[in-house]
């Protein structure tokens, strides 16, 4: 749940609106449909937020209850990447749709330079992250379930 709330509607309504919008900026309907679609994936994107903190619960209750340490190099390499992917990318994508960043507040609350900055930042931020975000999942599943780097002791 949390990575296909948001993944699904970046890679089927925010991409390809927003692709059209670079190739006619000028365009009154697209520029509407671009802001549409970002004020949605704001809303969309509280699934994936409530989803995070429960995969962070749930990652410490298997770690306790299975006994699992960062004395296991897997493990120690999915905290890493939970650390140093995750925790940052989430804290910046909560601000980006909720709190200061939030598009559908701005557009209330602020001028029309803010809501376009706030529309290309959000959207640098996800042409940073995304790819980074979905090579670190797919290791992150690969660690869970090869767990390479596991010695038992006899």
Do not use: C
């Not at 409530?50 to 006994?67: D, K, S």
């Amino acid at each position: 749940m949390w990575f296909w709330s948001t993944s699904v509607a970046y890679g089927n309504y925010v991409v390809p609106l927003l692709k059209a919008w670079h190739a006619d900026p000028s365009s009154i309907d697209k520029t509407q449909l671009r802001n549409w679609a970002m004020e949605r994936f704001d809303d969309g994107a509280i699934l994936e937020h409530i989803a995070f903190p429960v995969v962070l619960t749930t990652g410490l209750l298997l770690m306790v209850t299975g006994g699992w340490s960062p004395a296991s190099g897997w493990f120690a390499m999915k905290m890493v990447i939970v650390v140093l992917v995750f925790l940052p990318v989430e804290f910046s994508d909560y601000h980006l749709a909720h709190f200061g960043g939030n598009k559908l507040a701005i557009r209330s609350n602020g001028s029309t330079v803010e809501y376009e900055s706030a529309i290309r930042r959000h959207w640098f931020f996800l042409v940073v992250s995304t790819p980074v975000v979905i090579v670190s999942i797919s290791y992150v599943l690969f660690l869970a379930i090869a767990k390479p780097f596991y010695r038992t002791e006899l």
